[in-house]
């Protein structure tokens, strides 16, 4: 028995002895009924509806050694990454000569965590604070197998960043999806909304995939990402795999467990800069005050009268549901968006956003805040460049470029800028309007740690309004 | 396609059901076409601002919003500088970077500067920084192709495409099963083929549904239902994973349809040999209704839709039918296999003569004819003639050996279809209580009393309305029976006089 398994719009088509194509009338190359007679395979079913055996595209490598295991031939029609052979240039890429190399030194960590990860059959996690070369240990091991790889990334900042990184050091063109272009190349960088869209297309291009910032696929859409892709090795890299909603679980399952771990700790004051955190409250103005607790009022008071409890995310979920047919609901959550509005906007954090820059003239300064309209009031207020969800890839490029040369000493950023983009020699971060989550909130402070030339401290300011939901987000963290 | 969270549906009684608009949203769709037509020359946000007016005085806000996405949609804008607004910017940082700026007087400056080396007042510096953000954008274009009638229909087209977003299965009937099949083909989607009791169906999943329920596939089947819903007779029901629960949706072309489409009624021949059978097939009067492309039948995995199918009108009997033209050998190849696999039906096939297929065919169990430039319909009758007479015969060997109906007058063709027959398998009766008048069953007894009460010289509408009361519509042949004629008078109505004595009446 011969065993033929192919790629199939993300999924595994399994076998056994199929017929030649050429053979018996009515041998419709797809069409013939043959699922029966194959060996118990990893992740495989009965597909009635092409009359074979079927597995999600990431049980491929889990097939592949079963198959070994029972000594069953096997005609792989899968991997599209392969040199020659039987599927040699079909989409005009000769992978064959895919042979990369680099300059780059590991640390001892990077080295270490890259050697548990090959010993892991080149699966798993590595879990390393922001700043600690993540990159580089990816290079590393894309040099080692050598194979096409695509790599993903939750952001189009890091998405610039990494295919940055990758042209410098690899004598190939690097491909990319998203940010307005798909390309594909044998090394492609892609963001993890593009690779949603497209991982059925590509599943059988790529030998080796790179998530970075892993745990965004324990989103249920994004877990399609590794799902269907049938590449054999796979490298998870973040900051915080442990999460609170038990997705690191689907993340061990899809990519591989966590092979390495090194707290942030174990990098501050060596690689990483110490860094201080200095939480400033403002007041409200009196007539924000008085409009704050207005529409925070309408907003209460329905929610009272509603017995809503908000013990859980779900009783906020009901609301938004209600709003949709009652009105009164609907008003409700208007006045919180409103009272958010002036807590976030509030004219007082922006005054002390200027005595801020005016303290840190001499400083690389960074700002953030979640709301994109708050960007372009500070961006047109204090004349700093602004980066968010709007801005153009070209002028992204332009303002980050800049501010890395030097050009630029301040940039305002909405969340985009949120995970481990690249941004050196930045001392100064100012959060306006932070919301309460752990991650979310390392991930930022990450941004300031790196080493500072003259070795000075990095700062993390915070601006909240005082008395105020913001508030107690702010000290739930502490 | 919307946003989702402007989907509109209603759970009443558990199940799942797109609002739909009708007529009565009319003014509304007029409003939001105003809205953006009244605001050409306008930025963005104050288009915006006209249709959340309209959204205060409207109970439904997310209509409001559904109406006016489509028509933005539609709509052009466009960014309106005096200098590239990326140009200002790099300008206004570069100055504000050399001034440093904190405060107002910081910033005066820089603008001041940046307005020099750009050559523009510092009002243009002002105006221009983010001129090509989105809200700033000016309305250029309202000039959208719907009127208010076409906007609601595609706004519930939009509506149920974007239910389908969460769907996890469909199960699709259509009258253009071919094109059905094509577009499942072309959006990657896998298909089962599932007989019901309204006919055969399409259950349409994608590759990885076997492995879960997943919604990954709702946007190709939203992309389906575009096809679907352009022809017209459909019926379309979706599993939706509504956030965990399971539920049922229900679509057909009462709820939606294609603005500006034709719905597809017959799908298009694929060559002219079919054509060409089709109209003169239509020219014959018989008992058989042509179905072009009926509905899939299964083979193997896959289906395969013949190009005809022949309905018997007095019994539940199809007839298949499939013209093998002329074509390339991996075409005979790939039908001969399908025609081996395909299921337990009644299947004709019309072969070309230089394709030398007809043993084969015969060999695979199906009955053949072989043809040379067009399909001889003679033939093919003959084929249905034979079949006619074996289910003549069948629904005879069902009926009584005589027919006494309890009504007083009834028609033949009303006495067949109780029986479910044709009326040539009860016109010969025998009726020991009825006479045949005609095409009508009528008993001795009534044409008595109606001979009583029939006068000579009485007006036609006056008789007719007497037979109506019997139950008798057939006035002509009654009265005929009767020994009457009738008198006519210009166009308008008639008398009735008794036959005067003919020869032949002797």
Redesign the interface.
Known sequence: MTVRLSY????IRVEADPEGDNGA????SD???RGGGLPPLP?V?T?????TG???AHRYAAIRRALEVAGVPVDDRVPAWEPAGSRAGDDGHDDAELALSTDYDLREYQAEALAAWHDADDRGVLELPTGAGKTVIAIRAMVDLGVPTLVVVPTIDLLEQWQRELETEFDVPIGRFGGGEQRREAITVSTYDSAYLKA?DVGDAFGLVVFDEVHHLGGE?YR?VA??LAAPARLGLTATFERPDGAHETVAELVGERVYALDVDDLAGDHLASYDIRRIEVELTPEERERYDEKQGTFLEYVREAGITFETGEDYRKLVMRS?TD?RA?EALLAKSAAREVMMNADRKLERL??L??RH?DDRVIVFTAHTELV?RI???????AITA?TGAK?RR?VLERFRDG????VVAANVLDEGVDVPDANVAVVLSGSGSEREFTQRLGRILRPKADGGRAVLYEIVSAETAEERVAARRR | MLRKDLLRVSRAGGGYRPRFVGRERRPLAAKVLGAFESTVGEPRSAVTAATDALEAESEDFKLVRGLAALVERECVFEARSTVPPPRVRRAAFEAAESVGVADESDRTRAIDRAADRLGVGPAVVEDDLYADRERKEVLVDADVRWDPDALIEQYNLSLAQTALFDATEIRVRSVDPKALVNAVKRLRLMYELRRTDDGRELVVTGPDALFRRTRRYGTAFARLLRTVAGTAEWHLEATIDDRGTERTMTLSGSDVSVPGVEPVAEPDFDSGVEADFAARFRGLDLDWTLVREPEPLATGTRVMIPDFAFTYDHADFTLFFEIMGFWTPEYVEKKLGQLADVEDVDLLVAADESLGVGEAIAARDHRVLTYAGTVPVKDVVDVLREYEVDLVAEAAAALPESFAPDDDAVALAELAARHGVSESAVEDGPFPDHELVGRTLIRPQVLDRLREEIDDGASLSAVEERLDAYGIDDASATLSALGYRVEWEGLGGGTVREKEASPEDG
């Open positions: 199939e719009n993300g999924t009338a009515g041998a419709d069409a013939p009924a992740g079913e597909d009635p509806r092409s009359g079927r597995a999600p059925e859409g399609d799902r269907l949709g009105p609907r200027g005595d820059l005016e003239r372009y961006s047109e207020r204090f004349l700093i460049p709007e002028e332009e050009t630029y000493s301040r």
